[in-house]
């Protein structure tokens, strides 16, 4: 098992009326001795923008805006702009997140290269309905029951859509990208649920309605890490941004599975190919942490840590997270323990 140091509570929220409800799910950016953090600010009502804030390495929070930076200005993300990632490939920074419109929650894509001024790309994930998926997927084999298998927001969105204008898309949430390209490619994560999938492109032009069609068309080969373990039960999805190193990328990532006292979201690790990261080297069996403090396990939402973001001095990595739905907590590891320890429980390649 893997020595994990819980940091405790970086963030809280604040009385100020875009986060006085909750703050969660930070990207992470790492530089010099500066974590930039763009976190999931929530106001009364469920409504998310994202704010920022500046910490050291001592993890002490050294500057703090009071407005969003980033905040719903489209009818796609007209009930929120939530769980952002970041990453820079070349002189560009990649913040994803995902877009709500009050019915449909689907990863969507903003740039910029002073991390102050934003570019804003709109939806990059398909918009299909769950009949338009299920009829793409089937064509040409099995797949997974449960990504055809309607969800319980399945049922209650499409109670709903008899009653609003908007159309019911399946959920796609969790983008990541890469930080660099790989063989040349642009390659990022999302999920739909109950797997991760993984896409390779040229360019951001090329995802087209044609594009995701095709891919829907070939969906299992783009299937990444699927339920597997115990704590994984229910669903995966997108972590944090992969980390480079010398056996691999790190995915950290998180897991869900169902109990009787509800669902329970926990952190866990993979180690992808470092020139195929659509082959996963090694999957840890068990949860690297779960829920087990106050702040974890009561809030907006019990029993959840959500990893979004990380941050590397040395040999320690920190690991932020959402804890509870209600704050923004700090684990850590030493790296090369997590690797060793992952190494040996490498996976069977299947593809």
Same mark, same amino acid.
């Given at each position: 098992?893997?020595?994990?140091?819980?940091?405790?509570?970086?963030?809280?929220?604040?009385?100020?009326?875009?986060?006085?409800?909750?703050?969660?799910?930070?990207?992470?950016?790492?530089?010099?001795?500066?974590?930039?953090?763009?976190?999931?600010?929530?106001?009364?009502?469920?409504?998310?923008?994202?704010?920022?804030?500046?910490?050291?390495?001592?993890?002490?929070?050294?500057?703090?805006?009071?407005?969003?930076?980033?905040?719903?200005?489209?009818?796609?993300?007209?009930?929120?702009?939530?769980?952002?990632?970041?990453?820079?490939?070349?002189?560009?920074?990649?913040?994803?997140?995902?877009?709500?419109?009050?019915?449909?929650?689907?990863?969507?894509?903003?740039?910029?290269?002073?991390?102050?001024?934003?570019? +804003?790309?709109? %939806?990059?994930? /398909? $918009?299909?309905? *769950?009949?338009?998926?299920?009829? =793409?997927?089937?064509? !040409?084999?099995?797949?997974?029951?449960?990504?055809?298998?309607?969800?319980?927001?399945?049922?209650?969105?499409?109670?709903?859509?008899?009653?609003?204008?908007?159309?019911?898309?399946?959920?796609? +949430?969790?983008? %990541?990208?890469? /930080? $660099?390209?790989? *063989?040349?490619?642009?390659?990022? =994560?999302?999920?739909? !649920?109950?797997?991760?999938?993984?896409?390779?492109?040229?360019?951001?032009?090329?995802?087209?309605?044609?594009?995701?069609?095709?891919?829907?068309?070939?969906?299992?080969?783009?299937?990444?890490?699927?339920?597997?373990?115990?704590?994984?039960?229910?669903?995966?999805?997108?972590?944090?941004?992969?980390?480079?190193?010398?056996?691999?990328?790190?995915?950290?990532?998180?897991?869900?599975?169902?109990?009787?006292?509800?669902?329970?979201?926990?952190?866990?690790?993979?180690?992808?190919?470092?020139?195929?990261?659509?082959?996963?080297?090694?999957?840890?069996?068990?949860?690297?942490?779960?829920?087990?403090?106050?702040?974890?396990?009561?809030?907006?939402?019990?029993?959840?840590?959500?990893?979004?973001?990380?941050?590397?001095?040395?040999?320690?990595?920190?690991?932020?997270?959402?804890?509870?739905?209600?704050?923004?907590?700090?684990?850590?590891?030493?790296?090369?323990?997590?690797?060793?320890?992952?190494?040996?429980?490498?996976?069977?390649?299947?593809?």
């Amino acid at each position: 098992m893997i020595d994990v140091k819980k940091e405790g509570i970086v963030l809280n929220k604040t009385d100020l009326g875009f986060e006085n409800e909750s703050v969660m799910n930070p990207a992470v950016l790492h530089e010099g001795d500066t974590i930039h953090m763009f976190y999931r600010a929530v106001r009364k009502g469920n409504y998310s923008s994202i704010g920022y804030c500046k910490l050291n390495k001592s993890l002490m929070v050294m500057e703090r805006h009071d407005t969003p930076l980033l905040f719903p200005q489209f009818e796609y993300e007209s009930h929120g702009v939530e769980d952002p990632r970041i990453v820079k490939i070349d002189d560009l920074y990649y913040l994803t997140y995902t877009a709500y419109d009050g019915v449909n929650a689907l990863g969507a894509l903003a740039t910029s290269r002073d991390l102050k001024h934003f570019e +804003k790309w709109g %939806i990059i994930v /398909p $918009r299909v309905s *769950n009949e338009e998926f299920r009829h =793409l997927v089937e064509c !040409r084999g099995e797949v997974n029951v449960k990504y055809i298998r309607p969800h319980k927001h399945d049922l209650l969105l499409k109670e709903l859509e008899s009653k609003v204008e908007l159309k019911v898309f399946v959920w796609d +949430k969790n983008v %990541i990208f890469f /930080p $660099r390209r790989i *063989n040349n490619k642009l390659v990022f =994560l999302h999920r739909i !649920r109950p797997g991760i999938q993984i896409v390779f492109i040229d360019d951001l032009q090329e995802l087209t309605k044609e594009f995701w069609e095709e891919y829907c068309l070939n969906f299992n080969k783009h299937i990444l890490i699927d339920p597997k373990h115990h704590h994984e039960a229910s669903y995966v999805g997108s972590g944090c941004p992969p980390i480079e190193t010398e056996h691999g990328w790190l995915l950290i990532y998180h897991s869900v599975h169902d109990t009787p006292g509800g669902y329970v979201y926990s952190a866990c690790a993979a180690l992808l190919d470092l020139h195929d990261p659509s082959r996963e080297i090694a999957r840890l069996p068990y949860a690297l942490f779960q829920p087990e403090r106050y702040w974890e396990l009561h809030g907006i939402v019990d029993n959840v840590v959500f990893p979004t973001g990380t941050a590397l001095f040395s040999d320690t990595l920190y690991i932020f997270y959402g804890a509870a739905d209600k704050y923004i907590a700090c684990a850590s590891v030493s790296l090369s323990a997590l690797l060793k320890e992952l190494l040996l429980n490498t996976s069977k390649y299947e593809k």
